[in-house]
C-alpha cells in the first residue's frame, strides 16, 4: 500500500522560511517523478514544484520560481520543498504526489498524479 506522508508545516510570518518534507513507502519511489501541490480554500489543487524520478529535471510555479527549492533524496524516500520568502498568499495546505506511471520526465498536470499524502497546512501571516 502506498502511503506518503508530509510534515514541516505551520504557521509563520511574511518573509519566512519553512522546509517541507514527505517520506514514501509502498513505492518504488526512485522510479517516480514527484510533485508538491497546494490548495487554498476555494481553489483548485496547483502544482507548486515537480522533480523527475532521476533528479535532473525539475519544474516550478511561475508564484514560486525563485523563492521554493524543491529535492529529493532516493536513498531516503523522501522528497522536499525548501519554502522561502513566504507571502500571504502561499497560504494552503501542501500534499506531496507521485506520479502515475513510471520514470516519465516532469508533467506539471496535478490530474497526472496520485497517491496524494494527507497534506500539511502552511499558514503565512502578515
Known amino acids: 500500500q502506498v502511503q506518503l506522508v508530509e510534515s514541516g508545516g505551520g504557521l509563520v510570518q511574511a518573509g519566512g522560511s519553512l522546509r517541507l518534507s514527505c517520506t514514501a513507502s509502498?513505492?518504488?519511489?526512485?522510479?517516480?517523478?514527484m510533485a508538491w501541490l497546494r490548495q487554498a480554500p476555494g481553489k483548485e489543487r496547483e502544482i507548486v514544484a515537480a522533480?523527475?524520478?532521476?533528479?535532473?529535471?525539475?519544474y516550478y510555479a511561475d508564484s514560486v520560481k525563485g523563492r521554493f527549492t524543491i529535492s529529493r533524496d532516493n536513498a531516503k524516500n523522501r522528497v522536499y520543498l525548501q519554502m522561502n520568502s513566504l507571502k500571504p498568499e502561499d497560504t494552503a495546505v501542501y500534499y506531496c504526489?507521485?506520479?502515475?506511471?513510471?520514470?516519465?520526465?516532469?508533467?506539471?498536470?496535478?490530474?497526472?498524479?496520485?497517491?496524494w499524502g494527507q497534506g500539511t497546512q502552511v499558514t503565512v501571516s502578515l
Open positions: 504526489a507521485a506520479d502515475r506511471r513510471l520514470y516519465r520526465p516532469v508533467v506539471t498536470g496535478p490530474g497526472q498524479y496520485t497517491n
Open positions: 509502498g513505492l518504488s519511489f526512485s522510479s517516480y517523478t
Open positions: 522533480i523527475s524520478w532521476s533528479g535532473d529535471s525539475i
